[in-house]
């Protein structure tokens, strides 16, 4: 690997002294959490909470310590599930019996109140995860538009439930009710918006939570505790803190969780589901493991594909379900491809989350360098090279992007989701080769086609529609905009994400029907003029 002094770009980490002053962060030692409605005390053992950013010391780069968090025991655990359990009271409870009207005004005013913890949330995704000012910035302010366009939806379809049905002489309301208690648990990466994408539904259509927060990110739920607190209804949100191992597993061995809102590898979301007793009254939301690939032929317009396939592959540092991990590249035009490959990563600024311009960070996963190194070296002992200049170079934390070119089936980064900044590149002749990866795969969340041929790209959207959930032509793939589905196939995902299909994935049809008679009538006609039942009722959302 080159040395400091070699390289086109200064040291990743300097001095605190060097930080500017409005980014510089006070240690935050946590010391509650968010139980029954009260923020309770913990003076147990704690965490510590180190950031990717490093600094120098006399001792070499050291992580910065940002503060601590409870580590909490599978006591505190239980108590959490009684709580959210007893909140929901097998569907008798205050949240789950509020009529929707009711509920949307707890949730706006949550917005309100996550929106005074803005910038201080901002900085702490800066500092806990690598996050760049834009990129925190825009996870927040997305997070908010989602939780609104939410409410939006579910005023849709609450407008649509609002009036009774008639078929065969039988009457019915059908409306959506919730489901129970849910467990929401979710990634580092986008540690606000991702666990808000399942907790957020859930919520809204009556369900009670326990949060389960990131192991990386944590920190930055901590200025929205009382948020939930003074939002929602006491036991309706309850926040689980310490090692998963120990407190998921009696959480999930109670048989008590109704549904699993799960964001990470399907490993990980088996063995949590083999722990519940009646795994049949489990539902399962989970988006899950992927390996996306492009697929660049010798039609496609290289500039745009190379563009496209540099924010899919790099884009926070690619530490994305969505991004792009394996890119293949028709031999025609495979020289030209990398070399304009290379010259785009090479013009990606390096440096710290709050730096001008920067677009490769320091990443949060203390074991990642090494695993990006090994996956590096397995790859040069099978055949392929370090394409760019200066790729895979490390310094502590960070890692400058590695473009790995010829790659084939036999190295790890052809089948491992490599989860950060190196790009394989796999040569191919005949399109029936990545066609065959995926029929392989044991993942099958995207795919980005790059061709302007008409034909051909018709001929790989009929190929690939069956065997991922979402082909993007000519660009990069990505979860938004919000309103779209969002799953996969295979081991990528359980469940349907979006604005609208979160609301359905969190709930379950429920109907009121009775034969149609005039008594019958004048009985439903007298519960729903005198508001006497949440359930049935013809009110109209604005």
């Known amino acids: 690997m080159p040395t400091t002094a070699h390289l086109p770009f200064s040291p990743i980490f300097k001095g605190e002294d060097a930080i500017p002053q409005e980014f510089r962060l006070e240690e935050v030692h946590q010391r509650e959490y968010l139980l ?16 990717p950013v490093c600094l120098p010391t006399p001792n070499g780069l050291e992580r910065k310590l940002l503060g601590s968090i409870p580590r909490t025991s599978p006591k505190e655990a239980l108590e959490a599930l009684d709580a959210a359990v007893n909140a929901y009271n097998n569907g008798l409870g205050e949240w789950p019996t ?37 990129d925190a910035t825009k996870e927040f302010d997305r997070t908010v538009d989602y939780i609104n366009d939410t409410i939006d939806a579910l005023k849709d379809l609450d407008r649509e439930s609002s009036r009774f049905q008639e078929a065969e ?42 949060f389960k927060l990131p192991k990386h990110g944590v920190l930055a739920h901590y200025p929205l505790l009382n948020a939930f607190k003074e939002a929602f209804p006491k036991g309706t949100v309850n926040t ?5 191992s120990e407190i998921i597993s009696p959480i999930m061995e109670s048989g008590k969780v109704n549904v699993l809102a799960f964001i990470g590898s399907s490993k990980v979301a088996n063995g949590l589901k083999k722990l519940h007793p009646k795994v049949n009254r489990l539902r399962a939301i989970l988006s899950l493991d992927a390996k996306n690939a492009a697929i660049v032929t010798k039609n496609a317009n290289i500039d745009v594909a190379v563009n496209e396939c540099i924010l899919g592959a790099l884009s926070f540092n690619g530490q994305r379900c969505t991004a792009l991990k394996l890119i293949f590249v028709q031999k025609e035009i495979a020289t030209e491809f990398v070399a304009k490959l290379n010259a785009a990563v090479s013009a990606l600024k390096p440096g710290l989350p709050w730096e001008n311009g920067v677009k490769i960070t320091p990443l949060p996963e203390e074991d990642k360098p090494d695993y990006l190194k090994a996956c590096i070296e397995d790859a040069i002992a099978h055949g392929a090279t370090v394409q760019n200049e200066n790729g895979g170079y490390t310094e502590a934390s960070f890692v400058f992007p590695a473009v790995v070119y010829p790659v084939n089936n036999q190295m790890k980064l052809y089948h491992e989701e490599q989860f950060g900044p190196v790009i394989p590149v796999v040569p191919f002749e005949t399109i029936d080769e990545p066609i065959d990866y995926q029929v392989n795969a044991s993942h099958g969340m995207q795919v980005s086609i790059f061709s302007e041929d008409s034909k051909e790209v018709a001929q790989l959207i009929d190929s690939f529609v069956n065997l991922v959930s ?5 660009c990069q793939a990505q979860r938004g905009p919000d309103v779209f589905p969002f799953t996969g196939r295979k081991d990528s995902a359980e469940g349907t994400l979006s604005v609208f299909d979160a609301l359905r994935s969190f709930s ?27 359930f049935l009722s013809t009110d109209y959302i604005f």
Request: charged share 15%.
């Open 508 to 534: 379950i049809r429920s109907l009121v029907a009775t034969k149609l008679t005039e008594s019958n009538k004048v009985l439903l006609n007298t519960i729903v003029r005198d508001h006497d039942s949440n």
């Open 98 to 134: 509020m009529t929707v009207g009711e509920r949307i005004n707890c949730m706006q005013k949550f917005v309100y109140l996550m929106i005074q913890q803005r910038d201080l949330v901002i900085k702490l995704l800066m500092w806990e995860i690598g996050k760049t000012l834009s």
């Open 169 to 210: 002489g039988t009457i019915a309301q059908i409306r959506r009710a919730p489901l129970g208690v849910v467990l929401s648990m979710g990634p580092f990466n986008y540690p606000l918006n991702e666990i808000f994408t399942t907790l957020i539904p859930a919520l809204i259509m009556g369900n009670t939570i326990l």
């Open 240 to 244: 689980l803190y310490g090692r998963g």
């Open 470 to 474: 979402r082909v993007n032509i000519n």
């Open 36 to 51: 029954n409605g009260e923020l309770v005390q913990w003076d147990g053992p704690v965490t510590s909470i180190y950031s």
